[in-house]
């Protein structure tokens, strides 16, 4: 069950498809929907720059024009909350909440860094997807999404799900499931080698060549990529950036982190 989503803005018009994504999977489930923000110690709060959750719901047929906050959680069974958070570093601020919290999924965009670029300047989607327990649904710079931005009708079709022997993908496929539960995906297992992990549930079949450009390419055609992920490892992770952070930089669709292991 999906209990709780949380949604870090930056307030940038890159953001959208990212809180429209947070914002139909709270609708979906019936979740709590936490905004978050991070500010600079001591600097006032950008309350009116938060996204506008009553004119989307508005706009989406879901909420009657009008209607007070109040109304939100009555009339949708989302319980919205715009929280501004204080902090020198982002990711440092971001981490902190989310521990505090535990939402289900993260829902956030990401510049998509990678090389010594990423190392250099630092990833805040990365430092909290390795901080964070939950599940993170993520937008690269070349993303589109499921989500219908006139209805938010959640569509994700076939879910690209790569899969190796390490991380192990077992534990990540009920939050998989739970977070799909109701939207009609279909889920297709890949392995990029000569022998895939037998997993309960879900039938891998195999590809061969680059990681990487094997799985953007499987993913033609399909909604969404669903990656086992424990984050980085070794020096040659720390310059490319972990297989799920390169899928993420040149993917065309959302890349969904799943925590195994």
């Not at 709780?4 to 914002?23: K, N, Q, V, Y």
């Not at 989500?147 to 993908?169: E, F, K, S, W």
Request: hydrophobic content about 45%; overall charge negative; cysteine-free.
């Amino acid at each position: 069950m999906i209990r709780a989503i949380a949604h870090p803005t930056d307030f940038s018009a890159e953001g959208r498809i990212a809180f429209d994504h947070a914002l139909a999977l709270a609708l979906h489930h019936r979740a709590r929907l936490d905004l978050l923000h991070v500010g600079a110690p001591g600097a006032e709060g950008e309350w009116q720059r938060f996204p506008r959750v009553r004119a989307r719901l508005v706009e989406w047929g879901r909420l009657s024009a009008g209607s007070e906050p109040g109304e939100v959680a009555r009339q949708t069974g989302v319980e919205v909350r715009k929280i501004e958070l204080h902090a020198k570093d982002p990711a440092e601020g971001l981490g902190n909440f989310l521990a505090d919290h535990h939402p289900d999924v993260v829902v956030m965009t990401s510049h998509g860094r990678t090389g010594l670029a990423r190392l250099l300047q630092g990833s805040v989607t990365a430092q909290v997807a390795r901080e964070s327990q939950a599940a993170m649904l993520l937008f690269g710079p070349h993303s589109g999404g499921f989500a219908d931005p006139a209805n938010g009708t959640l569509t994700p079709g076939r879910v690209l799900v790569p899969v190796d022997h390490q991380p192990p993908a077992e534990t990540a496929l009920d939050p998989l499931e739970a977070i799909l539960a109701g939207l009609g995906a279909q889920l297709d297992g890949l392995h990029v080698g000569t022998a895939a992990p037998a997993l309960h549930g879900l039938t891998v079949r195999l590809a061969s060549g680059g990681t990487v450009d094997t799985i953007l390419a499987e993913a033609d055609g399909a909604g969404l990529i669903a990656m086992p992920t424990e984050g980085r490892h070794g020096l040659r992770d720390a310059l490319l950036g972990s297989t799920a952070e390169r899928v993420l930089a040149g993917a065309k669709v959302p890349v969904l982190a799943l925590p195994a292991g």
